[in-house]
């Protein structure tokens, strides 16, 4: 049995839910791996403030930097979030050799490249499981399954906010704004719902995955980021009508040497399996050369999954620590990023044009004359103004926007509506 | 970088499928992991034989034995299926210490509380990830990801034939017949489909599930069994109408120090995520104490899928020669099985009456007199015979048989029907 001691910085919610989590398993886990493992100590900003753990005595302290360079700890968990002091506080403990554990997603794609740098050159290890998707383990299926699989794409629900008010919509017909305030009544969304509707979280977490996907240096910069805040009801409708439901998606693509990392709303269709993931559930599907499809689904957030991803790392760490070897991923490339307008996707566009004939002749011109080719057609209503639904099939960005540019200028047409991406076989 | 010879035994579609991959992926794997990785041995029956890959000459042999003994071969990677030869291949490579890839679900279901034994004593690894759901990376999270977790049950569709049965059955009104006749057309059954539709070939996914899931020596003849060709298209229909599907479900639990695993058709709630993997594909629905909810979803067989999990096992047991380190999974325990009579489950439960008034009366109180509570209640059709359609609260199934049996003496009751398990939260 080898012993190690844990240096814990952090003691919120997923903080307490770890080291309670921790106690529990504890004689489970020395059976099953001959680790034991303790908590030597938790760092946290206020030792007066209530917890929702029992501590013992001597364990709490405010001095998280003398956490970090204590010869007593042997593993380093870094449950504070944010950037800073967490990026001082990682580095450090990375610098001595100590192997970190963390579930920053915010650190992750700020200054992931630079801490995998740092963890390598000292020979230890930087584990992230709890950083993407909560209890979903896809970052060690993918740095150790798929080491030897060439992954093409991934598509990620990986928001549990916006895909319960997504879910709320399509369900129960709610609107965007009722549905954000369930959300926020029942705690999945913030008063500022900001960084999850518009997908800058998800954002970060697509940064996370492009970066271990395809072992390269891509960051939350690199990532094109649309929300869901201007989903409307047509649109969950339309969806409906086509056989398809509307999801906020975080994309990250490789090819011809090149990455694209985006998120936003796309339409799935309702047979996909991704289409199945309601509520605040997330789920990464995984497209890979010999693997096919894969997808794993599970909690995104919350204190007993993220503890659970955060354990299944410590005992890596810890086992790694007894071995004297460590885990590492491999050098990450300078890959260049692709830029939104030359990456290719089928889309639905909705047009208000005025119903007389010829009318579709001009627009399926126009569409044509930037070489993109329609899949589908229904025309809605008649008479002074219709509503065209096309989807396209699949068509560079780039082109799709100028379609809708020359389209907006045709005189038969009065609006163009809304534009969603679709999800579709290539 | 670290140099290491692979001995392949078997070169059927999952082997000729292994050796291209690794041959594609070679530079990259070496680029990301530091491991040089080349076949030195290929054993197959015939040597004579056409095969799906290219091979070196010198490479391919018939005597396997000489392979296993090599000293040329670091790694034995063991693609033939069936138990003898592969059981005395396997424990003669694992007792001179060389580590063991294996997708043989047939050996490890039989075999495998010996076979991790001598991996252990030998102090070497036995991975076998390709064994259950194909290209799905069950083995992998269990082991690592969930190593520290309590896990309480798994329901998985680890079968493709049947799954695509089904789907047929569900989504085209196919009857068990037709839709049998077309999965051997396309080659997702075989001509003698027993091992398939009867539940063998899932049951002995189960007991690996199980012995990985919860460290017990649990074994192919630990599993209840029952197959889907008794479900008609009544049943599917009747699924329907209550807003479920019926798939074939590996089921493994671990209650009150029992394990039970067994396989059966089940009806599954359509907005369970199980619900939504159709056609031949695979998942395994987790739920453990911390993580909650998981599943993982993917190709459960096919060269491409296959190889692909048999590549990231060879890439970890290389790691660790390469690293003089082993994974290990840490003592298997004796846990007592439980009976299929003392698992616990919700009901469907059709019975053909005689309309006349006290029936539903006479029939409750059979059900009350068992303890088996009723959830939900519908009558179809009136007059002479009509049917009525019961689902059950959970109910232990001893109960439900008796249930059942003391159903089929009422003389209002002209026939006891379809009765089959149903997926509920307990």
Do not use: W
């Not at 921790?22 to 489970?28: C, G, K, Q, T, V």
């Not at 017909?173 to 959300?183: I, M, Q, V």
């Not at 975080?250 to 694209?260: L, P, Q």
């Amino acid at each position: 049995v080898t012993e190690l001691r844990l240096g814990v910085l952090g003691c919120g919610t997923v903080g307490a839910a770890f080291v309670a989590l921790l106690a529990e398993r504890r004689a489970e886990i020395r059976t099953r791996t001959g680790l034991d493992l303790t908590v030597g100590a938790v760092a946290v900003r206020d030792t007066g403030a209530t917890r929702a753990v029992e501590l013992a005595a001597g364990i709490l302290t405010d001095d998280a930097a003398a956490v970090v360079a204590s010869p007593d700890v042997d593993i380093v968990v870094e449950l504070i979030g944010g950037i800073e002091p967490a990026r001082t506080l990682v580095l450090s403990a990375l610098e001595q050799g100590r192997p970190v554990v963390t579930g920053n997603k915010a650190l992750l794609a700020t200054h992931g490249v630079e801490l995998l740098a740092a963890a390598s050159s000292a020979g230890t290890d930087l584990l992230f499981e709890a950083a993407v998707a909560g209890g979903i383990p896809l970052m060690r299926v993918l740095r150790e399954s798929l080491v030897g699989e060439r992954v093409r794409r991934m598509l990620g629900i990986v928001n549990g906010t916006t895909n319960f008010i997504l879910t709320k919509m399509t369900e129960e017909g709610a609107d965007y704004g009722d549905a954000l305030a369930e959300a926020q009544r029942l705690g999945y969304a913030e008063a500022d719902p900001t960084a999850d509707v518009e997908g800058h979280d998800a954002g970060a977490k697509a940064a996370i995955m492009a970066m271990i996907a395809f072992r390269a240096t891509v960051g939350a910069g690199d990532v094109h980021t649309e929300g869901i805040s201007t989903v409307g009801t047509d649109d969950i409708e339309a969806a409906r009508r086509l056989g398809h439901v509307i999801k906020l998606l975080a994309v990250v693509e490789e090819d011809g040497g090149a990455i694209s990392a985006r998120v936003h709303p796309a339409m799935v269709p309702v047979d996909h399996p991704l289409a199945a993931v309601r509520d605040s559930f997330n789920a990464v599907f995984v497209v890979g050369d010999a693997v096919d499809e894969l997808m794993l689904y599970g909690r995104g957030a919350g204190g007993g999954p993220t503890a659970s991803a955060v354990l299944g790392d410590v005992i890596e760490a810890a086992d790694h620590v007894a071995r004297r070897t460590t885990g590492g991923l491999g050098p990450l490339a300078d890959v260049p990023i692709r830029a939104i307008d030359d990456t290719r996707s089928a889309f639905f566009v909705r047009l208000a044009v005025i119903d007389r004939p010829g009318v579709l002749a001009a627009v399926a011109g126009v569409f044509g004359a930037h070489g993109v080719s329609i899949r589908s057609m229904e025309q809605r209503g008649s008479g002074g103004e219709a509503q065209l639904d096309f989807i396209t099939h699949v068509a560079r960005e780039a082109d799709l926007r100028a379609t809708l540019a020359d389209l907006a200028d045709l005189d038969a047409v009065e609006r163009v509506g809304t534009c969603l991406r679709v999800v579709a076989d290539e």
